[in-house]
Structure formats: structure tokens, C-alpha cells
């Protein structure tokens, strides 16, 4: 019988904290056996405000997927999503080893330590080096370096970092709720969205995953398989929502009921016969609550085209900058809760000039239909990418696991390098 090891996903996001225990079998069958959602107040904009909320919201979530598993968990892969997360590339340079110049895994690893000496500042902290193409004896273009023969391996590589701050703070939060964070077993939320999101043929040909949440922006370019490019910055839904409530001068929650009710990109993807700024009102009340206003729709999305256009135009520099590392990009795809506002992938298409698309987790097969949502892209990435760290090269033979030929290069990358 095929040997089975449990995995458990924690994504503490801005308006929830998600966690998903699945269990591995060796041939990469996976298998959710339970699931655990707690809203959380205690994260803006991705930021820690609160970490007695945040330790509440972890413990009600995975204490719900535990209590469906039916055992308890300890160690957990956990997302990274915050403006204290950064990205930039770095070039590594090793002289093999072997005298026969036989070039080796321990080679790669070397080459890759040795992209690791970028400078960054002392208060960050590395947590992915990912290889974006090798130089064998001046050959670019290498995609797997080992058993070639040269003398000198060069590697151009995507590095995240994160402030250690907020990594102690993470850490603290977890250790409370009494979890521990896997060896490796941080990851950026696009990365990992990336992973459960994305088709093998859009990471080939170069894509722009874009996750929209509560707090956060994320995006990462996967590219010729390889993640080239990533960024985060502090807009998302919440945003939009506060942007609805200020303007009409209602509470936050009516706003918020108002935006997943009746909100719309932008006035020009209401039908014709909505377009009447006085037509379609919707209900709410005022902020003092002793009066009810009417909204107008029209003005919503007014509101909401002004929010999402400084948040497109945010992704369009983040794309010019991976073009000038030379990745292509010809697709955008979207997931996240606010990913689901009706229009945004015209919208997007519109504005950035790209085909796009807004999706929903497709990897692994046999996915729960309560899983198959934008906002569980970033949980279900993550097991996904724990997945692909189990089953190394030694276990199963090459091309035989299921998770490895889901993932391609990146995964395998992310899981046989670190
Ligand atoms: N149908 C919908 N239309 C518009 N917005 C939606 C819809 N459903 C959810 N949202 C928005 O999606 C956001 C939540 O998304 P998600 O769960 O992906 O965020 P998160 O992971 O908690 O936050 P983050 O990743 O930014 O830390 C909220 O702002 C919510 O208003
Ligand atoms: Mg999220």
C-alpha cells in the first residue's frame, strides 16, 4: 500500500485564516481530509495589528480542519503576504568542483548559495532563491545543469526576502496557537496560488498571476516554467470596500454587503438600461443608522473603475519591470476573493492590453467543490508545493509522481533545491 504523510496549509490572510490538512500518498494522490476557515480582524493590509486576533483566528480554523480529520496537527506550510515581503534577482558564480568537470546537484546548490550573497538588508531575511536559468562556460539558457560538463556554472536567480520582524511576529503567532512552521515551509501566497492556479501551458508561455484579497495585491510572472518576477503591494478589496463607504457615508459591513451584492467594475459593463445614474438604487444605512439611504449603482461602480484602476495601473509597472529582465508575459490570470468582482477580468484585459482570466484552484484533480474557490488558491498552492518536497527525486522515479508533472519545473525546483 502506498504510504501516506500529512500536510497542513495555514494562510492567514487579511479577512480570514484558511487551513487545509491533506494527506500524500507516494504516487502524489492527495486527499483533503480537512478544512477550517475563521474569519481574522487582526492583519491590515496584510500587516500584523493584532496578534491576539490573529492566535484566535489560527486556533478556530485549524481546530475545524483537525476536528474534521479526526487527528490533531503540529507542523504546518504557512503563507507569506505582506508589504514586508520583497523580491529581486541576483547572479551567482561557482567553480565546479569536480575536476573532471562533471557538474553536480551539489554544484547547483553551491552556485546557488552563492546568488545568496546579494546584498540585502540585515533586517531581512531569505526564504526563496529560485534558480531562473544557468550558464555553463558561457552557454545561457541552461534549464538543468547537472551531469553537463564545464568549469564554471553562473546562475541568474529570483530571490524573496521578508523582514525578520514580521517573520518573529508569524512565528509567534503560530507558536501560540501551538504550531510550528515546517523546515522550508514558508512561501509566497502567489507563488503558492501559482502552483494550484496556473496551467502548465501558462507558465510556460509566460503568465502573470495576480491574487486579490482582502489586504494585499500579489503578483508573480511565471515564465519559461520559472517564477521571474514577483510583488506585493498594500491594495486589495478591503480597499474598495472603505472607498464604497466613505464616499456614500455608510458603515463598512453595508458597504461590503453592497459591493458583493451589486458591485461591478466599472458603469461601462452595466447593461444599457442600468446606466441610468438614478435607476438602480440599492438600499443601506447611514452611518449614524437612524436614517436609510439609497445608493446608486451606477456611482458604485464609479467607485469601485477609480479604486481598480490605481491597482491595475500598480500591476501594469510590475510588468514592464519583468519585461525589462527579459520575461514575456501574455496572459494575466486572476484569483482571490477579489478576483470575483464581476467584469474585472475585462477590466484587466481592457487597461493592460493582455487576455485574462479570473480562476479558481484546478490542481490537484479531484479537488473538493467546496475547495474550488479563488480564496482557498493560496491554501491549496501550499499543500501542493509541500507535496512536491515529499516526494524527492530518490522516492519515485522521475515523471511517475503526479504532483511533479502538475507542477513542472517549479515545483520540483522549489522542492529538490531547498
Ligand atoms: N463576489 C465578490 N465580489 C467582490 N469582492 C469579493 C467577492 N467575494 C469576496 N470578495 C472580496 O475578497 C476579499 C477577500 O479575499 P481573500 O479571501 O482572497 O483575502 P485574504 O486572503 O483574506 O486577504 P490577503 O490575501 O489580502 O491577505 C474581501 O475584500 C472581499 O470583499
Ligand atoms: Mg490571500
Same mark, same amino acid.
Given at each position: 500500500?502506498?504510504?501516506?504523510?500529512?500536510?497542513?496549509?495555514?494562510?492567514?490572510?487579511?479577512?480570514?485564516?484558511?487551513?487545509?490538512?491533506?494527506?500524500? $500518498?507516494?504516487?502524489?494522490?492527495?486527499?483533503?481530509?480537512?478544512?477550517?476557515?475563521?474569519?481574522?480582524?487582526?492583519?491590515?493590509?496584510?500587516?500584523?495589528?493584532?496578534?491576539? /486576533?490573529?492566535?484566535? #483566528?489560527?486556533? #478556530?480554523?485549524?481546530?475545524?480542519?483537525?476536528?474534521?480529520?479526526?487527528?490533531?496537527?503540529?507542523?504546518?506550510?504557512?503563507?507569506?503576504?505582506?508589504?514586508?515581503?520583497?523580491?529581486?534577482?541576483?547572479? &551567482?558564480?561557482?567553480?565546479?568542483?569536480?575536476?573532471?568537470?562533471?557538474?553536480?546537484?551539489?554544484?547547483?546548490?553551491?552556485?546557488?548559495?552563492? =546568488?545568496?550573497?546579494?546584498?540585502?538588508?540585515?533586517?531581512?531575511?531569505?526564504?526563496?532563491?529560485?534558480?531562473?536559468?544557468?550558464?555553463? $562556460?558561457?552557454?545561457?539558457?541552461?534549464?538543468?545543469?547537472?551531469?553537463?560538463?564545464?568549469?564554471?556554472?553562473?546562475?541568474?536567480?529570483?530571490?524573496?526576502?521578508?523582514?525578520?520582524?514580521?517573520?518573529?511576529?508569524?512565528?509567534?503567532?503560530?507558536?501560540? /496557537? *501551538? %504550531?510550528?512552521?515546517?523546515?522550508?515551509?514558508?512561501?509566497?501566497?502567489?507563488?503558492?496560488?501559482?502552483?494550484?492556479?496556473?496551467?502548465?501551458?501558462?507558465?510556460?508561455?509566460?503568465?502573470?498571476?495576480? $491574487?486579490?484579497?482582502?489586504?494585499?495585491?500579489?503578483?508573480?510572472?511565471?515564465?519559461?516554467?520559472?517564477?521571474?518576477?514577483? =510583488?506585493?503591494? /498594500?491594495? !486589495?478589496? $478591503?480597499?474598495? *470596500?472603505?472607498?464604497? #463607504?466613505?464616499?456614500?457615508?455608510?458603515?463598512?459591513?453595508? /458597504?461590503?454587503?453592497?459591493?458583493?451584492?451589486?458591485?461591478?467594475?466599472?458603469? #461601462?459593463?452595466?447593461?444599457?438600461?442600468?446606466?441610468?445614474?438614478?435607476?438602480? *438604487?440599492?438600499?443601506?444605512?447611514?452611518?449614524? !443608522?437612524?436614517?436609510?439611504?439609497?445608493?446608486?449603482?451606477?456611482?458604485?461602480?464609479?467607485?469601485?473603475?477609480?479604486?481598480?484602476?490605481?491597482?491595475?495601473?500598480?500591476?501594469?509597472?510590475?510588468?514592464?519591470?519583468?519585461?525589462?529582465?527579459?520575461?514575456?508575459?501574455?496572459?494575466?490570470?486572476?484569483?482571490?476573493?477579489?478576483?470575483?468582482?464581476?467584469?474585472?477580468?475585462?477590466?484587466?484585459?481592457?487597461?493592460?492590453?493582455?487576455?485574462?482570466?479570473? =480562476?479558481?484552484?484546478?490542481?490537484?484533480?479531484? %479537488?473538493?467543490?467546496? %475547495?474550488?474557490?479563488?480564496?482557498?488558491? *493560496?491554501?491549496?498552492?501550499?499543500?501542493?508545493?509541500?507535496?512536491?518536497?515529499?516526494?524527492?527525486?530518490?522516492?519515485?522515479?522521475? &515523471?511517475?509522481?503526479?504532483?511533479?508533472?502538475?507542477?513542472?519545473?517549479?515545483?520540483?525546483? %522549489?522542492?529538490?533545491?531547498?
Amino acid at each position: 500500500m502506498a504510504r501516506t504523510e500529512v500536510l497542513t496549509s495555514v494562510d492567514i490572510g487579511t479577512s480570514k485564516v484558511t487551513c487545509l490538512i491533506a494527506e500524500v $500518498d507516494s504516487d502524489g494522490n492527495i486527499d483533503f481530509v480537512g478544512h477550517g476557515l475563521s474569519p481574522c480582524s487582526g492583519l491590515k493590509r496584510g500587516a500584523l495589528i493584532d496578534p491576539e /486576533a490573529t492566535v484566535r #483566528a489560527i486556533e #478556530a480554523a485549524v481546530n475545524d480542519a483537525e476536528r474534521e480529520a479526526g487527528f490533531s496537527v503540529n507542523n504546518v506550510l504557512v503563507s507569506l503576504t505582506s508589504e514586508y515581503v520583497h523580491s529581486l534577482s541576483s547572479h &551567482g558564480v561557482w567553480a565546479v568542483a569536480n575536476p573532471e568537470g562533471e557538474i553536480s546537484i551539489n554544484d547547483v546548490r553551491r552556485v546557488l548559495d552563492s =546568488a545568496r550573497l546579494v546584498g540585502i538588508p540585515s533586517d531581512r531575511e531569505i526564504i526563496h532563491v529560485v534558480p531562473r536559468g544557468f550558464t555553463v $562556460d558561457g552557454h545561457e539558457g541552461v534549464r538543468n545543469p547537472v551531469g553537463l560538463s564545464g568549469l564554471r556554472l553562473e546562475v541568474d536567480t529570483h530571490i524573496v526576502a521578508a523582514s525578520s520582524a514580521y517573520l518573529q511576529n508569524l512565528g509567534r503567532c503560530l507558536g501560540r /496557537a *501551538t %504550531l510550528e512552521v515546517e523546515e522550508d515551509g514558508l512561501i509566497a501566497s502567489s507563488m503558492a496560488s501559482g502552483l494550484s492556479v496556473l496551467t502548465a501551458e501558462e507558465r510556460k508561455l509566460g503568465t502573470a498571476m495576480i $491574487d486579490i484579497g482582502a489586504g494585499t495585491v500579489d503578483l508573480s510572472v511565471f515564465c519559461d516554467e520559472e517564477i521571474g518576477h514577483s =510583488a506585493i503591494c /498594500a491594495m !486589495g478589496g $478591503d480597499l474598495l *470596500t472603505q472607498d464604497l #463607504a466613505r464616499f456614500f457615508r455608510i458603515p463598512q459591513d453595508q /458597504a461590503e454587503r453592497l459591493k458583493l451584492e451589486k458591485g461591478i467594475v466599472a458603469p #461601462a459593463y452595466l447593461d444599457s438600461d442600468e446606466k441610468d445614474r438614478d435607476l438602480e *438604487t440599492v438600499p443601506a444605512t447611514s452611518l449614524s !443608522g437612524e436614517e436609510e439611504v439609497e445608493v446608486s449603482r451606477f456611482e458604485m461602480a464609479q467607485v469601485l473603475e477609480a479604486r481598480l484602476l490605481d491597482i491595475l495601473e500598480w500591476v501594469g509597472k510590475e510588468l514592464a519591470k519583468a519585461e525589462k529582465q527579459g520575461l514575456v508575459v501574455t496572459s494575466l490570470v486572476l484569483t482571490g476573493g477579489g478576483a470575483q468582482l464581476p467584469g474585472l477580468a475585462n477590466l484587466a484585459c481592457r487597461e493592460l492590453d493582455l487576455p485574462c482570466r479570473v =480562476a479558481a484552484p484546478c490542481y490537484p484533480e479531484k %479537488l473538493p467543490d467546496q %475547495l474550488a474557490s479563488p480564496i482557498y488558491s *493560496t491554501a491549496i498552492g501550499l499543500i501542493l508545493h509541500g507535496a512536491s518536497r515529499r516526494l524527492l527525486p530518490n522516492d519515485v522515479p522521475q &515523471g511517475s509522481s503526479k504532483v511533479k508533472v502538475l507542477l513542472g519545473r517549479v515545483g520540483r525546483w %522549489l522542492a529538490e533545491v531547498f
